[in-house]
C-alpha cells in the first residue's frame, strides 16, 4: 500500500519562537496546529539573549528565583515537553543566542519553513529600535510570520486553561527537584 503523496511545500517545517513561560503556550499550540495539519516537523526554537551577566527572575510559589541563560533554556525545554507529550508529530528543539528577531528569521532561512510562529505580548512597545520581536521578524524574515495572541483561544477550542495545567506540572517538577 502506498503513502499519500504531500506536497512539497508540506516538507517544509513550522517554526515556532518559545520563552520559558506559560504565556508562550498558546503560540506552541497553534504552530503544533499548523504542523500536525500540514504533518510535518516542527521546530521549537528558544533565544537566549546575548547580554552579559544575564539572570531574570521567575516567580514560583516560593518566591522569585534568578535563572541563567541554561537554566531558562532548561526550563523552556520542559514547557516543550510537558506541552508536546501526547503530540503525534515530530520535534526538535533548538538553542540560539543573539537577537530574537534575527535569530528566529535565521532559524527559519536555514530549515526553509513554512511559516514562523511567535507569541505576541500586551506590553507596549516604542516605534523606535525597540519594536516588539514580532514586527521585526515580519519585516526581516523571508517567511510568512503568524502573530498569536497570549490571551484568547486558538481555533481548536484550547484556552490558557491547558498553559496553566502545563505551569502547575512544571512546578511540581521543579520542586521535586529542589
Known sequence: MSRPVRHPSALNPVIV??????DEL???????????????HLVVVHVIPATSGF?????TAAGAVALTREELADRCHLDCELALAGADLDWSFEIRA???ATALADAAHRHRAACVVVGRHDHKTSIGRFRCTAIRLAETSDRPVL???RSGTTRT???LVSARRIAVQRNRLMDDLW
Open 17 to 22: 519562537g518559545m520563552r520559558s513561560g506559560s
Open 26 to 40: 498558546p503560540a506552541l499550540e497553534r504552530a503544533l496546529e499548523l504542523a500536525t495539519q500540514r504533518h510535518t
Open 55 to 59: 539572570a531574570i527572575a521567575v516567580p
Open 98 to 100: 543573539g537577537d530574537a
Open 147 to 149: 502573530v498569536v495572541s
Open 157 to 159: 477550542g484550547r484556552s
